[in-house]
Structure formats: C-alpha cells, structure tokens
C-alpha cells in the first residue's frame, strides 16, 4: 500500500483505534461497589481519584472511551506525539499543571506570541510597523467596546453578546474594507480563537472572568498524555479505572448510594463525582434520577459550549518561514477566521508540520468537510503565502470536536445572558451524594486543564467530608 494511501485509510479509523489505549475492562455483570464512583477519565476525575485513593477510599473510575485522558489526547498517527485536545499549560506560575510536569520530569517549550508573522489574503506579509498599527486599531476598538459595558453596566441594561456591541462601535467609524478585515482578524485571532466561541454568542458583560495565571505558556514536544500518565502511575489508580463503560443512568433517589449503570454494567458507591463535558450534559445523554434540580439544569442550559479544531499537515519537507524561530503565523483570510492561525510546530518537534486552528462556526464548518476538502481549502490559504509550487501534505490530523459524543465541543464559555454564577451553579453538590467537577465547574479557570485539574481536587476534598474522613 503506498503510504499516503495507507495514512488515508489509517485515518478513518482514528476515532476506533486510539493511541492511549488503555486498559480494556471486560464485560461485568454483578453490581461493583465502591466508596466512590468518578464518571470520567479526564483529568479532572483523575484529579479527584488520585486524594480519595490517597485518603484511603475505594474509587471507581468509569469511562466512556477506549483511551484515558478526555480532552488531552496524544496522538501518535503521524509518528510522532501530537495533542488533539489541549496544547498548552496556560501561564506556568503556581499552575498545578507545571508543577506536575517538573514532578514527573516532562519537557515543556514556551510559546512566543510576538515571534509571529502575519499574511494578507493576497498572501503579501504585514510590515513590523503595519503590524504594530494592526494591534493598535484593534486595542482602541477592545476600549471602546469595554467602554459600552461599563455603560451598560451602569444604566443596568441587559447582557449583549460582543458583536452587537462590535456594531454600535464600527459603526459609528466608518472603517474601510481593509480595515474592517484587520479588525475582524484581531477579533478571531485573540477572542474567538481563546474562547472558542463567535462574537455573536459571547457575553459582552462576563466572557472574561476568568483568573489567569502568570507567566508565559508552555507546550509539551513529547505529548500532554505524559501528564495523564504520570498522574495514574503516581497515584496507583490503574486498577480502578474501566473504560469502554459509556455511563447511561445516574440514580440517586436512595438516601445512602447512588446507582450508576453503563452500557456494560451496574455500580453502587455512597458517593458520585460527575466530570462529563457541559456539552454532555446539555444534550442530556446521561439520565439523572430524579432529574437534577432546575437551578442546575438552567445554568447548563445557558452556559456556552464552544469549537475549536485542530488540523495537522505533514509536508516532506519545511518550506514556510525563512526564520524558523517563528512560532505564530497568521492569515488575514478573505472567510473571517478561515485558516487564520497556524502553529509553526517545526519550531518545537523540528519535525515539518504545520497545525492550523478553526474556531466557532469556522470550527463547525471544518466538521461538515471531508479531510480532503480540509487539505484543499488549508493549501488554498498556504499557497496564496508561499507559492503554488509547494508540496502536498503527505499526511493530516483534523480533530471533530463538535460531533465527538463523548464531549460534544471542545470547552466552555460564558454564552451572552450567563454569568460566573452559572459555573458556580454548575459546582455545586446535590444531595451531599452527588458531586460536579469538570472545566465548566471551575469558577476561576474554566476551559482550562488547570481548572479542571483543580475542580477534581475541590470536589474530592467535598466527598471527603461528606464520607466523614475528614471535618
Ligand atoms: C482542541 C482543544 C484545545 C484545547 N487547548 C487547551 C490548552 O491549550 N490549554 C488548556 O489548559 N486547555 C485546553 N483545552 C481545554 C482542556 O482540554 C479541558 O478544559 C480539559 O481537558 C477538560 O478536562 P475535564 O476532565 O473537565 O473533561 P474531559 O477531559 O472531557 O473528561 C471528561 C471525560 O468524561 C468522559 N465521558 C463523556 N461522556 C461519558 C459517559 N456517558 N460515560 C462515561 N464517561 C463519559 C469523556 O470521554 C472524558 O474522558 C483544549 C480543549 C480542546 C478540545
């Protein structure tokens, strides 16, 4: 079989044959019992698995995939590790993350933001200067649009999403047409891509709540699954974890446990901790009995899952930027947001791959592409950049986030009409039996690794003193 062939083929197995597989549970009949039941294999329940273990509780970690890590996911398709999911350790001062990675020795490499390059549509480079004239227009069109929501705030008027507020803006300065391409690409680039969400769907008052950490961002050359692995083996959790278990039913109407059953099986604990996506828990594939309370519903309801997507090309050789320290290159593209960042990956593996980024509606549209037409469309972009005269991919990785069941988006966000209150909601216990963690649990860093790492050690520490072992 010739190799692009054989990569094509390969490919379309990707969602069946993952790289982390892991350790294959068996068909269980009895009912299991534990002291608690974490649904989700992400870092977030093996967060939470790794203090009750610890604590010397007996955990059971049901997962619906073959693989271990949810939205950190390495893949080796390509020969060599490559993160489908998160990419970054975001701001490496006092972040749980980093510290784990020193702990368990993993390389990490910081990403430099201004060692960029962006293209016009035409494919011509922005001079430093126009670059630095790019940013400054955007920053006093971000000010003014801060500006209407203090107003807004003050007069108590309603939530709007950005693009409204973007409309009473540019409206009122007469932007050319290359302007307005400038402004829109700074708007994809810093806010959408970021939140994973189009300005028509973010709320002007609370889409930046978060707390960040300090420092710069760090990704790992050798995999982000290094930190999942390191976490199980650290912790002796190996054991407690099934997979393939895809959980259908939460019943939690007796006073002492909580039933969980899965496609395979039935298991009891005194205590769950519930880690599934928001986009899991707004299509409601999981039943809850009784239903959980309206508050909690409501808050899910109005809470944003967003799209970003990740497309890796592999070329037979490196043939972009002429400084190879480049790590960021941009594309004002003619389809506001089409294409418009690419992580210069040869930068970090020294391997010639480029990873291009979609996010939002550009994002979803990806999903309803075949890969072929996602090469098509990529190389479109590229060309126009660095000529007709450069080689096909050999091979590509375009994740599908959005139709992934077992996420259903790739993170959280705060959607125009929600508010933190919605991820605090989202956080709370039910019955002292039934616990939430997860990124959209996380009030001060949502959409997060470290937040939902973060949210798996606050809801254990609430089990804890639920199950009594600790006041
Ligand atoms: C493309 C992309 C890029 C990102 N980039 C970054 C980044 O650079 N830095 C960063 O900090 N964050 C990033 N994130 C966000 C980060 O990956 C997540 O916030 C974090 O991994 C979420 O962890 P979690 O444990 O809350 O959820 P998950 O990792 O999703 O874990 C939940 C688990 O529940 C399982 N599950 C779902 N349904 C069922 C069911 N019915 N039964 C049993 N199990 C079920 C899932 O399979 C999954 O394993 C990115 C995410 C994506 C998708």
Same mark, same amino acid.
């Given at each position: 079989?010739?190799? &692009?062939?054989?990569?094509k ?5 990707l969602?069946l044959?993952?790289? $982390?597989?892991?350790w294959?549970s068996?068909?269980i009949?009895?009912t299991?019992?534990?002291d608690v039941?974490i649904? /989700?294999?992400?870092i977030?329940? !093996?967060?939470a698995?790794?203090? !009750?273990?610890?604590?010397g509780?007996?955990v059971i970690?049901v #997962?619906a995939?073959? &693989?271990l890590g949810?939205?950190i996911w390495t ?7 490559? %993160?489908?999911g998160a990419s @970054?350790?975001?701001g490496i001062n006092?972040?749980p993350i980093?510290?784990?990675? %020193? ?8 990403t430099n933001y ?5 293209? &016009? ?9 126009? *670059? ?9 069109i ?11 705030? !003050? ?10 507020a973007?409309e ?8 050319? *047409? +290359? ?8 708007? $994809?680039t ?8 189009d300005?028509n769907k973010?709320?002007l008052?609370n889409w930046?709540?978060?707390? =960040?950490?300090?420092? =710069? ?7 982000y699954?290094?930190?999942i ?6 912790? /002796?959790?190996v054991?407690?974890i099934l ?10 109407s007796?006073?002492?446990?909580? #039933?969980v059953t899965?496609n395979q099986a039935?298991?009891e604990a005194?205590?769950?901790i ?5 986009g899991?828990l707004?299509?409601?594939s999981v039943?809850?009995?009784? =239903? !959980?309370?309206?508050t ?6 109005r809470?944003g899952m967003g799209?970003?997507?990740k ?11 002429? *400084?190879a320290?480049t790590?960021i290159?941009?594309?004002i593209?003619?389809?506001?947001g089409r @294409?418009?960042e @690419?992580l ?5 593996t020294r391997q010639?791959l480029l990873l291009g ?13 075949s890969?072929r037409?996602?090469i %098509?469309?990529a190389m479109?972009?590229l060309?126009r950049i660095y000529?007709d005269?450069i080689?096909s991919p050999?091979?590509?990785?375009t994740t599908r986030?959005g139709? %992934?069941?077992f996420?259903?988006?790739?993170y959280?966000?705060?959607?125009t009409?929600a ?5 605090q +909601?989202?956080?709370?216990a039910?019955?002292? &039996?039934l ?8 009030v001060?860093h949502p959409a ?9 050690v606050r809801?254990?520490?609430k ?9």
């Open positions: 079989m010739r190799k &692009r062939e054989f990569i083929q390969s490919l379309q197995f969602t044959s993952y790289l $982390n597989k892991a294959s068996t068909a009949q009895q299991q019992h534990a039941i649904i /989700g294999a992400g977030a329940g !093996l967060s698995a790794k203090i !009750l273990k610890k604590n509780l007996s970690v #997962e995939r073959e &693989r949810g939205r893949n080796n398709a390509l020969g060599l590790p490559l %993160d489908l @970054w350790i975001h006092n972040n980093k510290a784990l990675a %020193d702990q368990f020795q993993i390389k990490t490499i910081s201004n060692a960029s390059q962006i293209y &016009r549509a035409n494919g011509n480079p922005l001079t430093d200067s126009e *670059d630095r004239l790019l940013y400054k227009n955007y920053d006093a971000y000010r003014l649009l801060m500006s209407v929501r203090r107003k807004r705030k !003050l007069q108590n008027l309603p939530d709007i999403s950005w693009q409204q973007l009473q803006v540019v409206n009122s300065k007469q932007l050319n *047409d +290359e302007a307005l391409a400038e402004l829109f690409f700074a708007l $994809n810093e806010v959408e891509h970021e939140y994973a969400a300005l973010l709320s008052f930046d709540v978060e707390t =960040s950490f300090r420092g =710069s961002d760090h990704l790992f050359p050798n995999g699954y290094q930190i692995d390191g976490l199980i083996k650290n912790s /002796g959790l054991a407690g997979t393939s278990q895809v959980v259908q039913t939460v019943d939690y007796r006073t002492r446990s909580v #039933e899965t039935v298991f005194s205590a769950v519930v880690t599934l996506p928001l899991v707004k299509a409601n039943e809850f009995f009784p =239903s !959980l309370p309206k909690k519903q409501q808050a899910i309801a809470l799209i970003l997507n497309t890796y090309l592999s070329f037979p050789e490196y043939f972009w930027q002429q *400084d320290r790590q290159i941009n594309s593209s003619a389809v506001k @294409w418009a @690419w210069n990956y040869y930068y970090y010639p980024f979609n996010a939002g509606h550009q994002g979803l549209t990806i999903e309803g592409m890969n037409e996602i %098509d469309d479109l972009v060309s000529g005269n080689p050999t091979a590509q990785i986030w139709s %992934d069941p996420a259903l988006g790739s959280s966000y705060i959607a009409g508010s933190v209150s919605d991820y +909601e989202l956080a709370k039910v019955e002292q &039996r616990f939430f963690a997860g990124e959209a649990t996380s001060d997060t690794v470290h937040g939902a790492f973060l949210s798996g809801e254990a520490n089990v804890l003193v639920a199950l009594g072992k600790v006041s």
